[in-house]
Structure formats: C-alpha cells, structure tokens
C-alpha cells in the first residue's frame, strides 16, 4: 500500500496533520494501534477539564448558603461520574472515526515501525509513503526508586475503582496541581511532594504565589525540596519514604506519578529510518523536518511546546509544507497556557523573569489584586490575579498573567490585540463591561 501521507499517531497533531493533508487533495492513512484522539482526549485534556467540572460543584454548594439557599448539600457518586465521562470520552473517539471517513483517511489499526524512510511494518504488513509525519505523542516517566511503580500516572486516574482518603502526588508540575485541586475538592486529603523550592516551576512567580495560596485555602499540604526515595506498600497502605526538607514517612492510599513526561519512541524504530535524536526527542528544524526530507515529526515527540493547540497547529503546517510546498513555521511567541487549578491561571507572552533577561530593564510591571464580586458575599480571601509586563519604551504588553475564575477565558480573549502589539494606552482608552473582572484589566494602567 502506497500513500501520499502516513500519519503514525492519531493523536491531536496527527489528526490535524491527516485531515489538513486530505483536504488537500492527499491520499493519506494514519497508523495507530489505540484510540483516537491520543493522550488528550483519552487520558488528558478532556477528562482532566470533565473532572475539574464536577469537582467545582462541591465549591458551589458550600458558596450557596453565602447567596441565601440553605440546606444545599449531596454527595458526590465517582463510579456514576467515571460512566459517564467514559461514554462522552467515546462519543468523541467516535466522532473522530466519521470525520476520517468523510475525508477518505484510511486508519491503519496498529503500530507502526520503520523499515526504512519511505516504508513502515504497521502490523503485518509494510506501507509505502511518499511522506511520513510522526505524532506519536508522549508518555508518563516513572523514576527508578524502589516502589516507583507502586504509584500511579494521569493514565490511571481515570480508571481508580474508589477515591482514596489520603492523596500523594509526586510532581509540583502542571499536572500534579490539577490532580491535587480536584482531588481535594472531591474530599481527598492531598500532600504534595516537590524537589523543587516553589510549586509550578517556571511559570510567573505571581501567579506561583497565588496558585500556592489556594493550595492551603483547600488543605492541600506542599512539601517543596523533597524527595520521595522509595514507597512500600502494606496492608493495602503506600508509605512513602521522603529526603530533603521534609524527611519523614508518609502514610497514603494512593500514588501520583507527575515528575514529566517522554516520547513514545521506544517502538518507533527510528534508527532504521536514519532519523536523528537529540536529547531524548526527535531533531527537527524550523519547518518539522528531521534529518530525512520525506519525513516530519510534531507534538510531544518534538517536545517544543507539549500542549494540544500547539501540536494541532503543528499538524497544519507539515500539511501545507507536504502538500502545497509551503514550508511553514509555528510562532511560539504568544501560545497561552492554562492550570486548570482551583480557581485556574492562565498565562500568555513573557514572565517577568524572561522579559528582563531579554530587555534588562527597559520593562515595568503592572498588577492589581481583589475579591470579585461573586466571592464578596462569603468573606473569602480567594482573590483575582491581574499582572502585565510592559516594555517601558513602548508601553507594549510583554506578557499577561492572570488568576482567578475564568481566567483562561478571560485571557485568550486578549491574544489578537497582544500579538498586534497591545499597549497600556489601548487598554486605558478601551470600555469595559460592568460589572465583570474582566473589566479590571482595562483599569491596570
């Protein structure tokens, strides 16, 4: 079999990649031996976003009283919850399934492995291409300490039988945050266990801060510069030994594994195809070619950005470059990214720390902190987050830091105006809706 495009991976990027390249005019098949959709719809983005949802209806029966309802309360059934995000999650698989069709994708039920540049064994027999685009996503690390593999990996989160009582989560990265949110709002007692000294390592320091401080409004404990060293399991009990700031045992139900994630490449049998590696990921350059001219790689295998959108927009470009000979490049510079923590950042542009390393300090920040409006009648402290970047010269934002409820709304509403160069004069001139907190933002200058 012959095709103008093989896709290996039906992930976002590949997805994106096959249908771009079909609509092209393409004959093109996509090579993967699970379901479709890949880690986002199946073992990411999309439960992990179901899950946040029903953790905040138990936020919103304790916000109602405040509101006058009383007797407001119920109980939260996680097998009735597990049914049917499970049959949503299938409703997507599917609808992935009729629009390969519709577009005359061939999709090859296996995994494929390089033979050499143009043909792959998927399953038990080869198929020639003309171009190949690997998407074959990533994969949790699990470190090598004794009892790692006691713990459990965001693949797995989504299977458990029961909730545990007693929640650990090694790994202060996005993913451990998430999980740790929802879990404790699902009433999980929730510990987590970081090497580094602050939570969410290379995100704005702002909004670490906040994110670090809705930690403990949940009663979540955070054990930063710490180190688990082995976990051994008894009587149905996980303890955990731990090293550095917090050397202690602790006593759980269940493991997290978020410390990162590598590329599915140990199958790929890129060797075979001469294609080179560096640092554990594929080497591409500009356009998403590796070192052969037939073939492409995108998303987390390449490991530039790992989100969804990115390797999406990824997928289009390799499409355009194949198919219309239009080697294209994806900006970088203005992606926004999201912790859907309780309640959620969002964050677009430069931080403050890259912006003085790229400028020194021809930049100023400009912040501003309060309680909205919906949280003033419980006498929370929850408040909302507004920070920007400015370069002092021209007044242009540099970067956009938000914290607060529907901050990754209220964020990606901005992203056409940041990248046309947005200033403070333009917000200060703009007027906004009252009474919103997005409002606020209009207000920073």
């Known amino acids: 079999m012959t095709y103008d495009v093989l896709i290996l991976g039906g992930g976002s990027g590949g997805l994106a990649a096959a249908k771009a390249a079909a609509k092209y005019g393409a004959k093109v098949a996509i090579a993967e031996p699970h379901a479709l959709g890949g880690t986002c719809v199946n073992r990411g983005c999309v439960p992990k976003k179901l899950m946040v949802y029903a953790a ?47 577009l005359g994708i061939d999709l090859l039920p296996d995994i494929g492995r390089f033979v050499n540049p143009n043909t792959v064994q998927v399953g038990d027999r080869p198929v020639e291409a003309n171009n190949i685009v690997i998407a074959v996503g990533g994969h949790p690390v699990v470190p090598g300490f004794p009892g790692a593999e006691l713990a459990l990996t965001s693949k797995d989160m989504f299977q458990m039988e029961t909730l545990p009582k007693r929640f650990a989560i090694i790994g202060g990265g996005y993913i451990g945050v998430e999980f740790g949110h929802f879990m404790a709002q699902l009433g999980s007692q929730v510990t987590i266990v970081d090497v580094k000294p602050q939570i969410l390592d290379g995100f704005e320091e702002d909004l670490c801060v906040f994110v670090e401080h809705n930690l403990e409004h949940l009663g979540i404990t955070f054990l930063p510069e710490t180190t688990c060293e082995e976990i051994k399991k008894r009587d149905g009990i996980l303890s955990m030994k731990l090293t550095g700031k917090c050397g202690q045992m602790l006593e759980v139900d269940a493991v997290l594994m978020a410390v990162g994630r590598k590329p599915n490449l140990a199958k790929l049998d890129a060797e075979k195809a001469g294609i080179e590696l560096k640092d554990g990921k594929l080497k591409v350059d500009e356009y998403f070619r590796t070192s052969q001219p037939s073939i492409y790689a995108i998303g987390d295998c390449v490991g530039r950005l ?132 997005t409002e606020e933002v209009f207000y920073l200058p």
């Open 56 to 102: 905040n209806f138990a936020k919103q029966q304790q916000q109602a009283k405040a509101f006058g309802w009383k007797e407001v309360s119920g109980s939260f059934d996680w097998q009735a919850f597990r049914g049917a995000m499970g049959d949503r999650i299938q409703q997507l698989r599917q609808s992935q399934e009729e629009g390969l069709r519709e």
């Open 306 to 437: 790992p989100l969804t959108p990115v390797a999406i927009a990824e997928g289009k470009a390799v499409a355009k470059a194949i198919c219309q000979n239009k080697p294209t490049s994806v900006d970088y510079r203005w992606i926004p990214s999201a912790v859907f923590s309780s309640p959620p950042i969002a964050t677009a542009g430069w931080s403050e720390a890259e912006a003085r390393e790229h400028l020194g300090n021809d930049i100023k920040t400009v912040s501003k902190s309060f309680i909205p409006l919906h949280q003033s009648l419980q006498h929370s402290s929850q408040k909302f987050l507004i920070k920007a970047v400015l370069h002092k010269s021209s007044e242009k934002i540099l970067g956009l830091h938000v914290g607060g409820n529907e901050a990754p709304e209220l964020l990606q509403g901005f992203l056409p105006a940041l990248k046309q160069g947005l200033t403070c004069d333009d917000l200060e001139s703009t007027i906004g809706i009252h009474p919103t907190s």
